[in-house]
């Protein structure tokens, strides 16, 4: 099927992005899902500061690539099950709301027996070679394959993404939300669960109040914890407060 996305054709422009044309809206082939991979329509998506690293060259990936990790969406279609019955797809059907996230986990890997302190090894590597898990590329501009941004692409109409890089949620959660909870949440909120493990009755601090501290905020008060939120900005400061 024919999509249209943001493309990324080279690195290192200089900001305004917007007129340094580092980001071209392209008309893509997307290839259907193979096994063990979904197509899902776009719902949200949203600009994360690993998208603009991507763009200004401080974190290296291949070119060209679809940008956009943090996102929600429909799924359209579902592919077949693995030929050795892994990576199975049958626990989603058309129409579910999921989020797509920047990390797939393969729930197998030593790594991923880490209880969340250490990335999947499959899914970073293939984060790596800006490919999907199993080292599949669905994107395609002409005969010109385009690269996949952290098995997820966003900044398009439709994606086909690994199972693994899939958490189903309820519809009542508005796409919006949802699209947080890809990467925002989910680094901010995983920094206290994953790596701050604070115990009951422990007070905890959150140094910067952007999309990511804000995240830890919510997270380490759900869990119950006296939280200090700290950040220069007045506005943030309210932000918080209001949270």
């Known amino acids: 099927m024919q999509i249209?996305?943001?493309?990324l054709d080279r690195t290192g422009a200089p900001p305004p992005y917007a007129t340094s044309g580092a980001l071209r809206t392209s008309?893509?082939?997307?290839?259907?899902?193979?096994?063990?991979?979904?197509?899902?329509?776009?719902?949200?998506?949203?600009?994360?500061h690993s998208d603009l690293s991507v763009v200004d060259g401080s974190r290296e990936?291949?070119?060209?690539?679809?940008?956009g990790h943090e996102a929600a969406g429909i799924v359209e279609a579902v592919g077949d099950a693995a030929h050795d019955g892994t990576d199975g797809t049958d626990d989603i059907a058309p129409g579910r709301r999921v989020?797509?996230?920047?990390?797939?986990?393969?729930?197998?890997?030593?790594?991923?027996?880490?209880?969340?302190?250490?990335?999947c090894t499959a899914g970073s590597a293939a984060n790596a070679a800006a490919t999907?898990?199993?080292?599949?590329?669905?994107?395609?501009?002409?005969?010109?394959?385009?690269?996949?941004?952290l098995g997820v692409s966003a900044f398009a109409?439709?994606?086909?993404?690994?199972?693994?890089?899939?958490v189903p949620v309820d519809d009542d959660v508005p796409a919006d939300v949802a699209a947080l909870l890809g990467c925002a949440v989910l680094t901010g909120g995983g920094a206290v669960i994953n790596a701050g493990r604070p115990a009951p009755?422990?007070?905890?601090?959150?140094?910067g109040l952007g999309g990511v501290g804000m995240a830890a905020?919510?997270?380490?008060?759900?869990l119950g914890h006296e939280v200090l939120g700290v950040d220069p900005v007045p506005a943030k400061l309210d932000l918080a407060r209001r949270l």
């Open 4 to 7: 249209v996305g943001a493309v």
């Open 27 to 48: 008309t893509l082939d997307l290839d259907p899902p193979g096994p063990g991979e979904l197509l899902v329509r776009i719902e949200a998506a949203g600009l994360c």
């Open 61 to 67: 990936r291949p070119v060209p690539l679809l940008l």
């Open 99 to 119: 989020v797509l996230t920047f990390l797939p986990r393969c729930g197998a890997c030593a790594a991923c027996a880490t209880d969340g302190r250490l990335p």
């Open 132 to 149: 999907l898990v199993g080292g599949a590329v669905r994107l395609h501009r002409g005969p010109e394959p385009v690269h996949h941004h």
């Open 157 to 166: 109409t439709h994606a086909v993404v690994h199972r693994t890089s899939v």
């Open 201 to 207: 009755g422990d007070r905890v601090a959150v140094v």
């Open 217 to 222: 905020l919510l997270v380490a008060l759900a």
